[in-house]
């Protein structure tokens, strides 16, 4: 059943995307008054084209996985990163501070398909949460055309408790441009860090039991 909800809304962002950006034609068509039919026709083309590439592309992520936060394992790690040029990747135990994150998660994998999410547990990868220093739970890696370019530790840049919301983590995301923020992800200025409660308390072993 969620994977039948999941598609539905897959398809109605298509739609609205594509109602979008055929409306953007027509104004723009409309706005160029000073060109012949002709100049009228070749831009139409040319933006229709452009639109074309945008489905494909779409298309070609929903069947990498894109659209949906799902969990891997290990070994199916690094042909994920490969095939997505921007990966979110969730080291995760089973805590409260990881719950908390797969709550965000799973919303903003709907809300940004050019990302894959993905979660990976922690304490059954050995090899890969060595091979990425992963330490502290919970951590997301981001991932940018196979290399980890970023990590997110804990709570402390999304406010330092557990009850910060989904575009708190959104505007972290787009800092380090692992996800389209209105567009291009904007520079973020750091967050104040006065009262944070840091879940880097201890390590992977026994990270955040006491949440």
């Known amino acids: 059943m969620n994977t039948s909800l999941g598609k539905q809304i897959l398809e109605q962002q298509l739609l609205t995307v594509a109602k979008a950006v055929e409306d953007k034609i027509d104004e723009e068509i409309t706005a160029l008054d000073h060109l012949d039919l002709d100049d009228l ?14 489905a494909e592309k779409r298309n070609c992520w929903i069947s990498l996985g894109h659209g949906e936060y799902s969990e891997i394992s290990e070994k199916d790690f690094f042909a994920a990163v490969k095939a997505s040029d921007r990966v979110v990747c969730h080291f995760y135990r089973e805590n409260w501070p990881c719950k908390v994150l797969d709550k965000h998660l799973s919303i903003l994998a709907k809300q940004h398909i050019e990302t894959r999410f993905i979660k990976v547990h922690a304490e059954k990868s050995p090899f890969l949460t060595e091979k990425l220093r992963i330490i502290l739970l919970p951590t997301l890696a981001l991932v940018k055309n196979a290399k980890v370019e970023d ?20 505007e972290r995301l787009a800092k380090s441009r692992v996800i389209v923020f209105d567009g ?11 009262t944070k409660r840091n879940v880097r308390q201890s390590e992977t072993a026994d990270s955040s039991d006491s949440e």
């Open 41 to 54: 026709e070749a831009l139409r083309e040319r933006r229709m084209q452009q639109m074309k590439k945008m």
């Open 151 to 170: 990590y997110v530790v804990g709570f402390d840049e999304l406010g330092g408790t557990d009850d910060f919301s989904t575009e708190v983590l959104e």
């Open 184 to 194: 291009e992800a904007p520079s973020y200025p750091a967050k104040s860090s006065k």
